[in-house]
């Protein structure tokens, strides 16, 4: 599991260990680890011409003292100093003695334009709102040349601990960070601006519990419900599907195919698309006469394609069993009847439905998505999967937000939060806690959809297609 620290934890955890250390021992570990990345990007680091963006905090050290390493190493190495009077003296010191050179900013545009590497140490962990003024152009003029830009520790511009872009922001083709990851290297829109992200062991001390951590295939492994040999249809955990309309039936055989392929030993499906859900998957269990007389369910999901269907949403919501609601059930849901709930729920927004239920617009929530679904999770007192790039999965008690980046651009798609839908109620069924299903679910889900697309477009069926074929690349099989 990658697991995320707060600005604040890593600087208390820093300090810790240089007591312990001597002076400008961590500054050197993270300048190893930096020139490392660097010269495994370059190939061949003789020759190569490097430009290093310093501003004056620590990352602008940890640049220096990465440019002096590969001096020593045959590469040319410049370091273009945006506050000269403020640049870490004794990083300078060590590239100038290991014989590079120094320019200021207004003669930077000729050395970034030949450059085969940018190296960005402008702004540290600590940075707020976007690039100052002066640093713009630099970060412009490296993504217009032909360099490779590695971002130290994260991307100057983005914000460290929520993954926030408030104004002009690097963007990276590899961050090398130091100790562990940080919220905002996880979380969109901060995560495209870095890149691919390497993490450089420095040593430090962290807590047992992260602000975010992401799931990986050991990690989904564990948790997904195997039966065992005593088992069957119902102790697997029967789901319940309230879903589609007359209008929307499609939704209904979406949500019901992501549920048979989600660990539950059998799907019970309620709702006037009964005929189109039992001429596709004839092992449904379908049932007209509403939530309450379906018979026994584990859980229920409700709300794909339901139109203006209240009823049966406050019915299944009264149900004393795990919930998941999602599309038109999010409009239609009671907040208070949510908030009374004693059985799990899990809301599966998108963003512009999270803009909706928080009374923001949609950019709001794409520009601060970690702070929109800690705030649905507490409005609501739920467990609230808030669909995106990377989908995030935050609970009302405020432990780690799960982060989970498996997907595709080609999942946005008619009918593929469906699909998702389904999936996460029938690990619900199967007895996953709500935390663990939604972000489970996720984790299949986004792997399904590389898997069906294969870099072309796909749709919502194929995806639930390689539901299977994704669990069996988790187990190893």
């Not at 992260?210 to 697997?236: C, F, I, M, N, T």
């Not at 992501?258 to 189109?276: E, F, T």
Request: hydrophobic share 45%; aromatic share 2%.
């Amino acid at each position: 599991m990658r697991s995320a620290y707060s600005v604040e934890t890593v600087r208390t955890a820093e300090r810790r260990l240089m007591e312990r250390l001597p002076e400008g021992a961590l500054m050197q570990r993270a300048a190893a680890g930096l020139a490392a990345a660097c010269a495994e990007l370059l190939g061949r680091v003789y020759g190569s011409r490097v430009v290093l963006l310093v501003g004056s905090g620590d990352n602008g050290g940890d640049a220096l003292y990465a440019g002096a390493r590969l001096v020593r190493r045959g590469a040319g190495v410049t370091a273009v100093l945006l506050t000269p009077d403020r640049t870490h003296a004794g990083g300078l010191a060590a590239l100038r003695r290991a014989g590079g050179s120094v320019t200021g900013s207004a003669a930077a545009g000729e050395p970034i334009a030949r450059a085969d590497l940018v190296v960005d140490g402008i702004v540290g962990i600590g940075g707020k709102g976007g690039l100052r003024p002066d640093a713009v152009p630099l970060a412009a003029a490296a993504e217009r040349s032909r360099a490779a830009v590695v971002a130290v520790d994260l991307p100057s511009g983005v914000d460290a601990d929520t993954g926030e872009v408030r104004g002009a922001a690097l963007r990276a083709d590899l961050t090398v960070t130091f100790g562990t990851h940080k919220p905002g290297l996880l979380v969109d829109p901060a995560r495209d601006h870095a890149g691919s992200v390497r993490l450089v062991d420095i040593g430090l001390e962290l807590p047992a519990e992260p602000d975010l951590e992401a799931l990986q295939h050991a990690d989904v492994a564990r948790l997904l419900p195997v039966p065992g040999a005593e088992s069957d249809k119902y102790r697997r955990g029967v789901v319940g599907i309230a879903a589609g309309s007359g209008r929307y039936p499609g939704a209904a055989v979406l949500a019901v195919s992501g549920a048979l392929r989600g660990g539950a030993g059998a799907v019970r499906y309620v709702g006037p698309a009964g005929d189109a859900v039992i001429a596709r998957f004839p092992e449904t269990l379908v049932s007209d006469r509403g939530p309450k007389k379906a018979g026994r369910v584990q859980a229920w999901v409700t709300g794909p394609g339901a139109g203006d269907d209240a009823g049966t949403v406050a019915e299944v919501l009264a149900a004393d069993v795990p919930v998941l609601i999602d599309a038109d059930g999010l409009r239609l849901a009671d907040r208070d009847a949510v908030r009374a709930r004693t059985a799990p729920t899990l809301m599966t927004p998108h963003a512009g439905e999270a803009a909706a239920l928080l009374g923001v617009s949609r950019e709001e929530v794409e520009g601060a998505r970690l702070a929109a679904v800690r705030e649905l999770a507490s409005r609501y007192s739920a467990t609230v999967l808030l669909k995106g790039s990377t989908t995030l999965v935050a609970d009302a008690e405020g432990g780690p937000v799960r982060v989970n980046a498996t997907g595709t651009s080609w999942l946005a798609t008619a009918g593929s939060g469906d699909v998702l839908s389904g999936l996460a109620g029938s690990l619900l069924a199967a007895g996953l806690p709500a935390r663990d299903a939604g972000s489970v679910a996720a984790y299949l889900h986004g792997l399904a959809g590389r898997f069906a697309s294969d870099g072309a477009p796909a749709g919502a069926h194929d995806v639930a297609e390689a539901v299977p074929r994704a669990w069996r690349d988790v187990m190893g099989r």
